[in-house]
């Protein structure tokens, strides 16, 4: 399956955006979905992720400002982000994968596809 990554762009703070990962290839119901995010001189962290059965997670600091869904019609997984920080600017990756298991799902090294990335800027 290939991934295209989205919907950055640079906002002020406290504002919104929704990022998009479509997918081509294969159907992207039976995969599941994450969402990863890198800064300049960080590490990659995970964001949020969407199973196939369309259970979701979340990273503990986004609870509440982010949501992912899906809409398997549209082969599309969604970031909505909410009340941005300007500690959110990052490059957003999606990525999929279909074997992985719950306990791994926030880990960016069992995700077998990945998205090339869409910035998102956030100002003060």
């Known amino acids: 399956v290939q991934l295209q990554a989205s919907g950055g762009g640079l906002v002020q703070a406290g504002g919104s955006l929704r990022l998009s990962c479509a997918a081509s290839g294969r159907p992207f119901r039976s995969y599941d979905v994450g969402w990863f995010r890198q800064a300049p001189g960080k590490e990659r962290e995970f964001v949020a992720a969407?199973?196939?059965?369309?259970?979701?997670y979340y990273a503990d600091s986004k609870k509440g400002r982010f949501t992912i869904s899906r809409d398997n019609a549209k082969n599309t997984v969604y970031l909505q982000m909410n009340s941005l920080k300007p500690e959110d600017t990052a490059i957003y990756y999606c990525?999929?994968?279909?074997?992985?298991?719950?306990?791994?799902?926030?880990?960016?090294?069992?995700?077998?596809?990945w998205g090339q990335g869409t910035q998102v800027t956030v100002s003060s």
């Open positions: 990525a999929a994968d279909q074997t992985i298991i719950l306990s791994s799902i926030s880990s960016a090294l069992y995700y077998d596809y």
């Open positions: 969407i199973r196939r059965s369309g259970a979701t």
